[in-house]
């Protein structure tokens, strides 16, 4: 008898008051990310940047763990599952506008977890944890884990990671500020949708802007950082947003913001 059940889509995806919540959906194998997981995530990605009434993004994963990484039972045939230029799922080496929040239940394993440093904002149940074990399978955490975690962590926490292959509880992520804001386990998705609702709270162009100040000019000295900076932030300061929010402060008023 042939088999017409339609599979569970490896990504799902649900809009929730202005965010886009997407769901990494192969519990069976803790999220690992292959070729047709990575293409999905992309599409989600691309609909949150073209999508006028979607200002925040919140990654996920089903069934208690975020993402394993990469699925290396699928690497001898499909490789590492980058997406074009814009790196492992179409979102380690790309060029965003608008936040992302990463949801981390249970295990962020090696590509899992450079998703997660990815990520804008990161919320984590206190049962979660963040590992980069590449070495131990003689790979390298090329999506972003050894540029990143250094810059997010102390740099001997971060090397002990890298070398050899250590878990970061949540907790101890929280610790050290990688982690924003640290819950009950179950609880990482509220948090995060509860950050997304502060972070839409305010004016949509300000924070895509902010996001794009911080990306161009990491790295730079503070005289090639204004150079950068100034071109994307002038206009910003005669928007009708701008207007709006000194105005709603004068006037000691929640600002209405034109969506």
Not at 46 to 60: K, R
Not at 82 to 103: F, N, Y
Request: charged share 20%; glycine share 8%; aromatic share 4%.
């Amino acid at each position: 008898m042939m088999n017409t059940e339609t599979p569970d889509p490896v990504v799902l995806t649900a809009r929730r008051e202005g965010v886009l919540v997407i769901t990494l959906n192969r519990p069976h194998v803790r999220n690992a990310v292959d070729r047709a997981l990575a293409e999905a995530v992309d599409a989600a990605l691309t609909l949150l940047e073209a999508d006028p009434g979607l200002d925040v993004g919140v990654l996920t994963g089903a069934g208690g763990h975020f993402c394993s990484g990469m699925d290396l039972k699928a690497f001898p045939d499909e490789g590492v599952p980058r997406v074009a230029d814009r790196g492992l799922a179409g979102l380690t080496r790309a060029h965003r506008t608008k936040p992302l929040i990463a949801a981390v239940e249970g295990a962020a394993v090696a590509g899992g977890f450079e998703l997660v440093l990815a990520s804008d904002l990161i919320t984590a149940a206190d049962t979660a944890f963040f590992v980069l074990p590449e070495v131990a399978r003689g790979l390298i955490a090329s999506e972003g884990g050894a540029i990143r975690l250094p810059a997010r962590l102390p740099y001997h926490l971060a090397m002990d990671m890298l070398l050899t292959a250590s878990p970061l509880p949540a907790a101890d992520a929280a610790r050290h500020g990688l982690v924003n804001r640290l819950t009950g386990e179950g609880e990482a998705l509220d948090a995060a949708l509860a950050l997304a609702a502060r972070v839409r709270a305010n004016a949509a162009q300000a924070v895509r802007i902010t996001r794009q100040v911080v990306e161009a000019t990491r790295g730079l000295d503070d005289r090639s950082a204004f150079d950068v900076q100034d071109p994307l932030t002038a206009p910003v300061f005669t928007t009708a947003s701008a207007a709006e929010g000194t105005r709603a402060f004068c006037e000691k008023r929640p600002p209405a913001w034109a969506r």
